[in-house]
């Protein structure tokens, strides 16, 4: 068996970065991790930097904006992930210009885990922040470097501890608003889950300059089904409130930032149907759960049994 490839994960120290660093030590990959000297001395991301350490991960020092250290340590592995934020998105053109040059990167993940950027009926302002991706994409298509996208679809720590409502921190016990119809269907995957599939692409020649799409099957779910397996989880009957479409985007155009931002995901999942509208096709990408049978994946079911 051919040896497991060296990862450089870029922002591991973020929200999804730290599942996917987990992945990679779990599936016993070489695992490096690009860290911001100030970082080292964050209260909280020290320690998660100590369970990197205790886990077997090569720290690198360095910077997105440091030329010389991101050729450095890229030429330490095979494979970088970017998880880098949605303010680094575009400043992604620099880990390019740095793949590049350093000549050896078998496969490159750009910092996506979402929607698919080339595929949505977005509006703003998720239109303007998707379309920084697309701009990622095309670039590494451009430079000829080996990518896989993962389009993740809604990361499930994100949404079903509120259900995806506003200003709350638990899932609704009495009402509930729902956008659109709540007849579309979206999908939701753990963070861990995530890590895992993301992990599994990158030495699978089946990934290749492909998009892997994540849709386990259990977890793709529309609103309205959501509410009701929530409902029998509490015994309890929720009032609904529904924001028809128009009504919707009046709404998103009326809002501040981000509350404009988070609505507008909403449109694009919930009312759009923009994880699930649109047919996998061989030409250009494959479904995780397909690919990766083995994965036993956190159910949407399960998930909500912690919130009872
Ligand atoms: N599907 C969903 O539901 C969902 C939800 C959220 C995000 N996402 C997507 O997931 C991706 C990652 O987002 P996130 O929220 O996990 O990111 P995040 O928590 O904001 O983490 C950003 C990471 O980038 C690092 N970083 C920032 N500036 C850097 C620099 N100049 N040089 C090197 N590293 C730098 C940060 O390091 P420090 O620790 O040093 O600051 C941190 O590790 C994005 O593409 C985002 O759109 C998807």
New binding site residues.
Partial sequence: MAAKSKILV????????KFIVKASTEAEHPTFV???EN?VS?PE?SKLIETFKASGVTLLYG???DHESLVKALKEVDVVIS????Q??DDQVKLIAAIKEAGNIKRFLP????LDVDRHNAVEPVVSFLAKKVNIRRATEAEGIPYTYIC????AG??LPTLGQQNVTAPPRDKVTILGDGNVEAVFVSEEDVGTYTIKAVDDPRTLNKTLYLRPPANVLTFNQLVSLWENKIKNTLEKVYIPEDQLLKIIQESPFPANLMLALGYSMLVKGDCTNYEIEASFGVEGSELYPEVNYTTVDDYLNAFI
């Fill in positions: 870029l922002g591991g120290t973020g929200y999804i970065g690009l860290i911001r970082t964050h991301k910077d997105l904006h998880t880098l934020g949605g680094q998105i910092s996506e885990f979402g993740s679809n809604a990361f994100y949404f």
